[in-house]
């Protein structure tokens, strides 16, 4: 049964850096798409950003290209995302995907089965 725990998240003002991390198990890990969605109320969920976990290939959603970082930490069955620069319009709950192998269009959330349980990042200005 594959299991994705997240962890970090926090509060910041604008300007400012927050981690976010998500781990994977019950599954082999490479291979397949990790991505980070976040999602505000009565909005649907917004793909921030994916990696493939077989070569590391990253893609980034436009809002959050140049200041978001997604990376992973194989040996973990972990990823990363290192967020800077930090607007208020980043405040949102975010959540950790797992999609095995690569999904058509990795932005779209219903793709994804796996789901972990949210952290929420809040930006003041």
């Known amino acids: 049964q594959v299991q994705v725990v997240h962890s970090g998240g926090g509060s910041v003002q604008a300007g400012g850096s927050l981690r976010l991390s998500c781990t994977v198990s019950?599954?082999?890990?490479?291979?397949?798409?990790v991505a980070w969605f976040r999602q505000t109320p009565g909005m649907s969920r917004e793909g921030v950003a994916s990696?493939?976990?077989?070569?590391?290939?990253?893609y980034y959603g436009h809002s959050v290209k140049g200041r978001f970082t997604i990376s992973q930490d194989s040996a973990k069955n972990t990823v990363n995302l290192e967020m800077n620069s930090l607007k208020p319009e980043d405040t949102a709950m975010y959540y950790c995907?797992?999609?095995?192998?690569?999904?058509?269009?990795?932005?779209?959330?219903?793709?994804?089965?796996?789901w972990g349980q949210g952290a929420q990042v809040t930006v003041s200005s």
């Open positions: 019950g599954i082999t890990f490479k291979y397949n798409c």
């Open positions: 995907a797992f999609h095995e192998g690569w999904p058509p269009d990795w932005v779209n959330h219903r793709y994804y089965k796996n």
């Open positions: 990696i493939y976990t077989g070569g590391g290939d990253t």
